[in-house]
T-cell receptor
Framework: AQKITQTQPGMFVQEKEAVTLDCTYDTSDPSYGLFWYKQPSSGEMIFLIYQGSYDQQNATEGRYSLNFQKARKSANLVISASQLGDSAMYFCAMRDWQAGTALIFGKGTTLSVSS | DTGVSQNPRHKITKRGQNVTFRCDPISEHNRLYWYRQTLGQGPEFLTYFQNEAQLEKSRLLSDRFSAERPKGSFSTLEIQRTEQGDSAMYLC??????????????FGEGSRLTVL
């Protein structure tokens, strides 16, 4: 069964607007971690934000925040005040200890920011 | 430290040839991962090392693939008898494990393989 689902192949947003990238996950392990990575055209994967399954508050890192809804098994990434440099591929990933220590990635969402 | 380093960055080979990729992780990281990424897809896990021990292998890792991390530092990924379906970006990542915080993976820039 697919563990990470990103249903938006592409998203478009104008500069300075906020955008939400969707991610749903599937696990039966009560202990897991959720990650978001950015991959610009240069190819390098850049870690953005992390949410642990037991964390009480939604994670935030600068302009990035994670809207964690445990009951719905969703972990959406919110980017506030979009910038042109945010144009990239975004991947949601999960680590659950039943599957091991590796991160399992979704198929990604391409974000395009226009001026 | 300059991060995770991968070599070569690009490799073009003919079908049937062997290729080897090298990954130098962040020096204090004891965990090392190999992933494969095809165009428009997310990275797919191949294998994982903790120090020199190969602890996890994906079913994607066919018999033609072998990975080593002989001294618990750098790692190599060899593909024997390459096939056109092996064309992909091969990503290496390292991690300090949970002792380092969230256990996030730090990725290299990847090695792009094209099999003709």
């Amino acid at each position: 069964a697919q563990k990470i689902t990103q249903t938006q192949p592409g998203m478009f947003v104008q500069e300075k607007e906020a955008v939400t990238l969707d991610c749903t996950y599937d696990t039966s392990d009560p202990s897991y971690g959720l990650f978001w990575y950015k991959q610009p055209s240069s190819g390098e994967m850049i870690f953005l934000i992390y949410q642990g399954s037991y964390d009480q508050q939604n994670a935030t890192e600068g302009r990035y925040s994670l809207n964690f809804q445990k009951a719905r098994k969703s972990a959406n990434l919110v980017i506030s005040a979009s910038q042109l440099g945010d144009s990239a591929m975004y991947f949601c990933a999960m680590r659950d200890w039943q599957a091991g220590t590796a991160l399992i990635f979704g198929k990604g969402t391409t974000l395009s920011v226009s001026s | 430290d300059t991060g995770v380093s991968q070599n070569p960055r690009h490799k073009i080979t003919k079908r049937g040839q062997n290729v080897t990729f090298r990954c130098d992780p962040i020096s204090e990281h004891n965990r090392l991962y190999w992933y494969r990424q095809t165009l428009g897809q997310g990275p797919e896990f191949l294998t994982y090392f903790q120090n020199e021990a190969q602890l996890e292998k994906s079913r994607l890792l066919s018999d033609r693939f072998s990975a080593e991390r002989p001294k618990g530092s750098f790692s190599t990924l060899e593909i024997q008898r390459t096939e056109q379906g092996d064309s992909a970006m091969y990503l290496c990542a390292s991690s300090a494990g949970l002792a380092g915080g969230t256990g996030e993976l730090f990725f290299g820039e990847g090695s792009r393989l094209t099999v003709l």
